[in-house]
Structure formats: structure tokens, C-alpha cells
């Protein structure tokens, strides 16, 4: 594998950036027909032209992830057949073993990603890198982009975990990325389209926006991404009531609306000077 592999890093971007198209589309689509709120054009275009940064930096990082793995001869340490222990006869059940197995493998992802997010919470220096991400105040389905430096915190706490585990199932991986790119756009999305009771194994936008309050009491909670399963095990969980949908945001900090604002927001020594963040780590 080439260090810089200019053609598969394109190829990883166009179809990265063809889920997020898709997915983001659907859910704002919800979040046009049935909004819990309602947030400006100019929100969606940020979040569009923030994508496309954040796709094309990510494709450069997670390349670059996988030709260090290679060059370090870094072998999985357990091996799963999801072919072996999920197997019917039947195509249907077949069809929907695979999606099991993908939701399967996006709920033990989801444990180091829970692990992760705490962290990013209690560190300063990582906490001001993901406080880009908290300090949308116009939260949709296309307006939810993380900053660019956060794809290396998950390559090191989440991707190389990860690794050590081999799923023999061709088709895990990818039923589960979709699945994980599909709850990325749908757990931020202002719609008031909901999973329901299913919200108690999988997380859905009112259990996330839970995590992006800017209420005092609802600091600390919600942790998880794709599974509510962690955060129930660790007592971090909290369940929306039936018309809690809480502004969003830090109250401290506004969101970068360009570009450089958008890259240089943890790095902006004014900012941090000017704003004492009061939703992300404790004083």
C-alpha cells in the first residue's frame, strides 16, 4: 500500500461523501416536513460546505491509518465468523442475519466510542476540539460536523480497537457503516420523527439532543452514538420526556460560521479567552 495513494483516498472520499448525501438528505427532508425546529438555509449550506472539509481531510487521516497498520504488521487478536454463527437457509433470514450482525458490531464499536466521548469531555485539550461540534446552535441533519482533528482521536480510541477484532463476514462492515453514517445524520436531525420505545437499545435524535442541551441538568448524560446500551450499563443514561426538545449549543461560545472559524476553533487563543465554556468540562 502506498504512503499516499492519491486515487483510493478520492475513491474513499466520493463514497463516504455519497452516504452523507444520502442519508443527510432523508433526514432533513423529515426535518422540513415534521420539525421539532426550524433553522435557517444558511445552516444547512455551512453544514453541506463543512462536510465536504471534513470527508476530504478524513480520507487523507484514515488512509494514512491503514498504511501505518500495515507497516506496523498489526494483526487482529480475535476472529468473529458472523457466517458461522448467524446462517439460515433461507435468503430472507440470511438478509436479516446480516443486519443483526451489522448492528451487532456497531454496538461493540460504540463501546470504545462511549469511552472515547467521556474522555473528550473531561480532557481539556480534547474537549476543545469536540466543543466545535457542541457549539452548533442550528443542529440539523446537515449541520452536525465534527471538527477535522477529531478523526484521529477516533483512528487511536475507537478504529484501533477495532482492528484487533477480524470479522470473517464480508458483508458486517459495510451494513454496519451504513447503518453508523445513517445514525450520524439521524441523531442530530430536528425533526420530531423519532425511533420510539426503540430508542432504549438504539440512540435516536431526542435521546442525543439530550447531550447537546445547553440546560445545566443535562450535562454529562447520553454519552453513546449508535447504542443507549452503554450508557444505561454506566448510569449515564437520561430519557427524554415526551416534549423535552431543549436548545442547543454553549452558551458561552457561538458557532464558527467560516471556514477558518470552523478549522482554527480549537486553536483560536481569543476565543478561549474571551468565553468561559460552561457545557463541556467542569471548572
Known sequence: ????????????????????????????????TFPAFRYSFGSYVRGVRNWVIRLGWGALVWHLFAVGLSWLGVKPLVTIDF???????????????????????????????????RAQH???????MHATHHSIRELTAWNCNHHISEPIIYAAFVALPLALIHFESGVVPVVAMTLITFQAHLSHSSTRINLGPLRYIIGDNKFHRIHHSIEPHHRHLNYGFFTTIWDTIFRTAY?????????????????????????????????????????????
Not at 457561538?254 to 474571551?274: H, K, S
Request: negative net charge; glycine residues 6%.
Open 1 to 32: 500500500m502506498h504512503v499516499l495513494d492519491i486515487d483510493q483516498m478520492i475513491q474513499s472520499f466520493v463514497k463516504s461523501l455519497e452516504l452523507v448525501v444520502i442519508f443527510a438528505t432523508i433526514c432533513a427532508a423529515m426535518e422540513l
Open 83 to 117: 457466517g458461522t454463527l448467524l446462517h439460515a437457509d433461507n435468503a430472507i433470514i440470511n438478509c436479516g442475519f446480516a443486519v443483526l450482525s451489522g448492528v451487532l458490531v456497531a454496538i461493540a464499536g460504540d463501546f470504545f466510542y462511549y469511552w472515547m466521548h
Open 122 to 128: 473531561a480532557f481539556p485539550i480534547l474537549w476543545r
Open 239 to 283: 430519557w427524554p420526556k415526551e416534549n423535552e426538545w431543549p436548545q442547543v449549543g454553549l452558551r458561552d461560545q457561538p458557532e464558527p460560521l467560516t471556514v477558518r472559524d470552523y478549522i482554527m476553533f480549537p486553536f483560536d487563543r481569543n476565543r478561549w479567552r474571551r468565553a468561559k465554556v460552561r457545557s463541556g468540562v467542569e471548572d
